[in-house]
């Protein structure tokens, strides 16, 4: 009885494991809808200096002077995934983390983990002042109630216009030049 059990939970388990290994969703999604629609009549390499913006795809992502190549997909759920990315550039190779999530719109939202950043340079530095020797009354203080009322209207039409320039959406491109 209790092998039967355990050979039940085992096969159980195997097949919720297989229900939930959906891969990434199908198509080609771009950072804009501007890039779909160049993507309806030149390639990306056709593009060249007018490949301005970031496809992606179900093995990874191009843009102007970088692509990833997803070397592993962990599904969350059925319309979230974490891929494992292996990034090149002119000059360099890196790895990257990206956390993918399916909207209702059949969009996506695309989260990068790695932030690029520049040549460090000591002349930009504006200060070399240690966090701890600031003076309190120097420092940010959280909004009181009056503040947050004051800025309530204006934070409604931030939150609106947020939405429409989320920096990780990627728009489906319902027709591509193959």
Not at 48 to 68: L, P, Y
Request: aromatic share 8%; with cysteine.
């Amino acid at each position: 009885m209790h092998r039967a059990v355990l050979l039940g939970l085992g096969v159980w388990l195997a097949a919720a494991g297989v229900a939930l290994a959906q891969g990434l969703p199908e198509g080609t999604f771009a950072s804009s809808k501007e890039g779909c629609a160049k993507l309806k009549d030149r390639t990306v390499i056709e593009l060249g200096q007018d490949f301005d913006f970031t496809v992606f795809s179900k093995t990874g992502t191009s843009a102007n002077a970088e692509r990833c190549d997803f070397v592993n997909v962990t599904p969350h759920n059925a319309t979230s995934w974490l891929a494992t990315a292996f990034c090149e550039e002119p000059g360099f190779t890196f790895p990257d983390v990206f956390a993918i999530v399916q909207k209702q719109t059949g969009d996506l939202s695309v989260t990068r983990m790695t932030v690029q950043q520049g040549s460090y340079d000591e002349t930009d530095d504006e200060s070399s002042t240690i966090p701890d020797d600031l003076d309190p009354s120097e420092v940010d203080r959280p909004k009181t109630d009056d503040n947050q009322a004051a800025a309530g209207d204006a934070g409604a039409d931030a939150g609106a216009s947020a939405q429409e320039d989320d920096q990780d959406a990627f728009f489906r491109c319902e027709s591509v030049k193959p």
